[in-house]
Each structure stands twice: as structure tokens, then as C-alpha cells.
T-cell receptor
Framework: GAVVSQHPSRVICKSGTSVKIECRSLDFQATTMFWYRQFPKKSLMLMATSNEGSKATYEQGVEKDKFLINHASLTLSTLTVTSAHPEDSSFYIC?????????????FGEGSRLTVL | DAKTTQPNSMESNEEEPVHLPCNHSTISGTDYIHWYRQLPSQGPEYVIHGLTSNVNNRMASLAIAEDRKSSTLILHRATLRDAAVYYCILRDVNRGSTLGRLYFGRGTQLTVWP
């Protein structure tokens, strides 16, 4: 079964509103989680590293005020797309490394498809 | 990060073996070779990883060249459910807290015909 879960899986919102996407590690604690964005027919692009109890680290070119990340607990990270616009429509995916994955697998959520009208 | 090069697409018939190549000529000694796949509208899924020796698991086999500059993911009997984008990614184990960061290339779109 899934070890990393995202919610919602799909969301449609009006331009100018804010949308929150949750990423949960289900049976393990994750001090670090990662957020990716994927446009249609394109590869995943790493957006930011979410750190429990501290500020997120954003990749170059990603607006931190646009994409707010909160990692308030060891099992939950949230991504808030603020004042969303149609160009923010994308597939957002989170991942979390689990103990024992020093060289092994990373676990990804199911993804959240955002459509901004 | 060391880059990987993969063919954009490959095709296979069901029940046949599939060999998905990946070139990583700038790989460093501490880079592990990882393969993930992504089915349509889903998050990526781990397939296999290795360092120097060939590896087998229930999903696939990974053949690593002796000089480590290339590798091949082998699906022994392709099924329709194997149709996905396959990503070959290098992970440097010395990167500490950034270990979970993955930089995805374009990957190979595998089409499986019935």
C-alpha cells in the first residue's frame, strides 16, 4: 500500500484563490520531504525541499512567496499555491525518504492535479 | 549532478523482454544508479537501484557496465501494465541531507503492444 499520500488528488479553483495540498508519510516519520511539479508531457521538476521545523529550501527560479511550504510535523508537509493563476495548473507530487533508504527507494505520493480556471 | 541520457521512446510486444538503456558517462564513484517509472497520472515508483554489480528484484534486473558509464534496465516479460515513462537517475550518497532530491531527465516512454 501507499506509504506517502497526497490530498486532494484533484482540485479545481478560480484564478486568484489559494490552494493547499497535503503530503503525509503514512507509517514512518519524514524530517524531509520534497515537492515536484510536472507539466503535461514533461518531466518532474524539483521545486523545494521541505524541512520539519525549519524553512523550506527552494530550487532556483521557484518563487517562495508563491509556493508556501509548511512542514509542521514529522508526517505532514503542505504546499500552498497562493493567488493561483492558470499557469500554475500542473501536477504536483511530493516524496519522502524512509529510514533505510540511504541508498534505496524513495516514496512518492500519488500526485495532486491542480487546475486553475 | 551527473546527467543521464536515455532514448525518448521504446516499444515492445507483450510477453517479450525489454532492454532500456541509460548512458551516464560522467558518473562519479559515489553515484548510485536508480530507476523509477511513472505510470500515467501517478507519482513515480521505485524500480531498482545498484552501484557496481548487476541487481535483480521482483520487478526487473539492472545490468551495469564494467566502467559504470552505462546501464540497462531489463524487464524480462513486458506486460501492458509496464507501459510507463522510465527514468534513470544518479544519486550521490555523499550528499547528506539532500539525498532525497532527485533530478529527473526526460526518461524513456515505453509502449507495450498486446
Amino acid at each position: 500500500g501507499a506509504v506517502v499520500s497526497q490530498h486532494p488528488s484533484r482540485v479545481i479553483c478560480k484564478s486568484g484563490t489559494s490552494v493547499k495540498i497535503e503530503c503525509r508519510s503514512l507509517d514512518f516519520q519524514a524530517t524531509t520531504m520534497f515537492w515536484y511539479r510536472q507539466f503535461p508531457k514533461k518531466s518532474l521538476m524539483l521545486m523545494a525541499t521541505s524541512n520539519e521545523g525549519s524553512k523550506a529550501t527552494y530550487e532556483q527560479g521557484v518563487e517562495k512567496d508563491k509556493f508556501l511550504i509548511n512542514h509542521a510535523s514529522l508526517t505532514l508537509s503542505t504546499l500552498t499555491v497562493t493567488s493561483a493563476h492558470p499557469e500554475d495548473s500542473s501536477f504536483y507530487i511530493c516524496s519522502a525518504p524512509r529510514w533505510g533508504s540511504l541508498t534505496g527507494e524513495l516514496f512518492f505520493g500519488e500526485g495532486s492535479r491542480l487546475t486553475v480556471l | 549532478d551527473a546527467k543521464t541520457t536515455q532514448p525518448n521512446s521504446m516499444e515492445s510486444n507483450e510477453e517479450e523482454p525489454v532492454h532500456l538503456p541509460c548512458n551516464h558517462s560522467t558518473i562519479s564513484g559515489t553515484d548510485y544508479i536508480h530507476w523509477y517509472r511513472q505510470l500515467p497520472s501517478q507519482g513515480p515508483e521505485y524500480v531498482i537501484h545498484g552501484l557496481t554489480s548487476n541487481v535483480n528484484n521482483r520487478m526487473a534486473s539492472l545490468a551495469i557496465a564494467e566502467d559504470r558509464k552505462s546501464s540497462t534496465l531489463i524487464l524480462h516479460r513486458a506486460t501492458l501494465r509496464d507501459a510507463a515513462v522510465y527514468y534513470c537517475i544518479l544519486r550521490d550518497v555523499n550528499r547528506g541531507s539532500t539525498l532525497g532530491r532527485l533530478y529527473f531527465g526526460r526518461g524513456t516512454q515505453l509502449t507495450v503492444w498486446p
